[in-house]
């Protein structure tokens, strides 16, 4: 593997050449082709190392050493912090107990993740690399304190104690070294994740994901199960086809609405209200597709290892959204930030509800934005986006709450829910833009509040909170 040299990346340098034809940057290049490797690596897998011939000692061994060798080529020595932090939380793990060990693990897991983003901001060029080495960190820690919790939950806590959900994920005994480093560094999920459950992961390594997914949907055997197991071909096949609009769509309509002209000086001056507005809009929606290339590239590599498998709809339809980290419908259909965020990053959302918000005793959403600006790292837009959603999210929870009970009136209620729902879009585009815009713009907070002064976000939230107080009197 060639070494990094002054290339401007911390990965290999063998496919510079072909970066530089193409007028992408060697990181970007070297993430796509190991993606690519990871897509066909799992179809072998799949067909050559079935669990039906092959031990799960070799599916682990192999899936890890495959993994490690990508994390490698992509980000050079600093592969070596995803063994590192993993290392350090499993020995937390034997040495604490399960009655402890979720406190620990939470807290060195993600103390990690931040020393390495803040190193990597403040003590590296900021900005210099486009491939980023934490995130597969941020993919790493979720995994470790989901398993810690998980075990925390099987092992120290009593049954009667645990929701559904806990119950159901619970895990009875401590995993093996390789199961864990295969579980949190396998090729189909180090670079671009997306999170899944160690019971999920377990349950396909041992080929048992069929028999258990037909029995949770199902609430019985299916017949279907007895026999050949679900082709993800299908499903694989029109992944790969939102992969390759999305794409398309990225290398040809996003540089044609950049999301930095949103705090032009001369557009911000200039254009009114309304074209501020339209051109939000489409700059956000052109800024996303890089990431359904990204999220729906991964969920079908997971799948054509066979990963994925969900049982079957009412329908009788395979379902292969197990582990799906987006809704593109939805997203774009969006009419509030909640709505986006539960559709946007799915594994993800799931992750904060299991180990903060149905955890937390006291303000559980509020510790839930917070815990969600930490983990996306120390970029200002983070905590912008995050931060001032908590008083958004409040403020229309109790609005909804509120509304039908102190207005009696048809006519005034059916008013109010229709400027409530008008302004919902209109703050779910103001908090996206921050989240874009807050990363590329550390430098320049200036620029970035006088944005958002000029959008008014304070504005919806005053409106929201003073509609409450109106509907309380």
Known sequence: MASSGNSGTTGSTLLQPFSEAINLSVDQVNFVVCQLVALLASVWFRLYLHPSQTSSYVRHAVATLLGLY????????????????SGICYYIM?????????????????????????SRVYLFDYGLYSA????????????ITSLAFELHDGMARKEEHLTPTQKSLAIRSMPSLLEYLSYNCNFMGILAGPLYTYKDYIAFIEGKTLHAKCAVVNGKIDDRCEHAEPSPVPAVLCKLLVCGISLTFHLTITKMFPVAYNIDETFVNTANFASRVFYLYFSLMAARPKYYFAWSLADAINNAAGFGFNGYDVNGNERWDLI???NIVNIESATSFKMFIDNWNIQTALWFKRVCYDRCRYYPTIATFIISAMWHGVYPGYYMTFLTAIPITLAARAVSDNLDFFINATFVRAACHILIFSLLPLQSLFQEFKLFLGKKHYFNGRKVRKYISLFTGKMHIDILSNLVDMLKK
């Open 70 to 85: 990508l994390a490698l080529f992509c980000f050079g020595w600093y592969a070596l912090h995803f063994l590192l932090q």
């Open 94 to 118: 034997i040495i604490v107990g399960a009655g402890h060990m979720h406190k620990f693990c939470f807290v060195i897991a993600f103390g990690y993740l931040t020393l390495c983003q803040v």
């Open 324 to 326: 799906s980290n987006l």
């Open 132 to 143: 980023d080495f934490t995130g597969p960190m941020m993919i790493i820690t979720q995994k």
